[in-house]
């Protein structure tokens, strides 16, 4: 058949169809490519405006998680929401590992960071077999929305915490200055 009244064949023993929208070597290509920006915007706004940053980045990965499921049906859509997904995620990263070398001093930021990397692993790990327990009893269309609820509350606890610790940061500066 020629190339253009070709059927797709989705792999080997699946019943032919048309081809995704989009591929997932094409959605990671995009996710990366936009991990650079989120490296830019990184270097440009997180040391004026941390804590910010890290909400926003935050709150961007749950958005882009809640966006997944809308978006399906639009190759132009689902394009954008990888690129916020991975924009997201890369200055999500780069930020927290910014802030774990900020608190650290200088002979214990190596341990910090293994812990660091460590944890991000383990929650890589957790997220794969939450996932796997999502699609078995719920399905794969499940499996973006529990994402986006998972993501959000991580973005409402990023919130919290950060202003928590700005607050205590204050005082703790206000108590300094006075003594």
Request: aromatic share 6%.
């Amino acid at each position: 058949m020629g190339r253009g009244g070709a059927r797709w064949c989705v792999g080997r023993g699946r019943p032919l169809g048309p081809p995704p929208l989009l591929d997932a070597q094409t959605a990671k290509t995009v996710l990366r490519r936009a991990g650079i920006a989120g490296s830019l915007l990184f270097s440009r706004f997180y040391d004026g405006h941390r804590a910010l940053f890290a909400r926003v980045m935050t709150a961007g990965i749950a958005l882009a998680l809640a966006l997944l499921v809308p978006a399906a049906g639009s190759v132009g859509a689902l394009f954008a929401v990888c690129a916020l997904w991975g924009l997201a995620a890369t200055a999500f990263n780069v930020a927290f590992q910014a802030e774990v070398i900020r608190v650290t001093d200088a002979d214990s930021a190596a341990v910090a960071m293994s812990i660091f990397s460590g944890l991000f692993n383990l929650g890589i790990g957790a997220g794969s077999l939450a996932g796997g327990m999502v699609v078995t009893a719920a399905g794969v269309g499940a499996v973006a929305p529990v994402g986006a609820l998972v993501a959000a509350c991580g973005a409402l606890c990023c919130i919290v915490f950060m202003r928590r610790c700005s607050s205590i940061a204050v005082r703790s500066s206000t108590t300094s200055a006075r003594a």
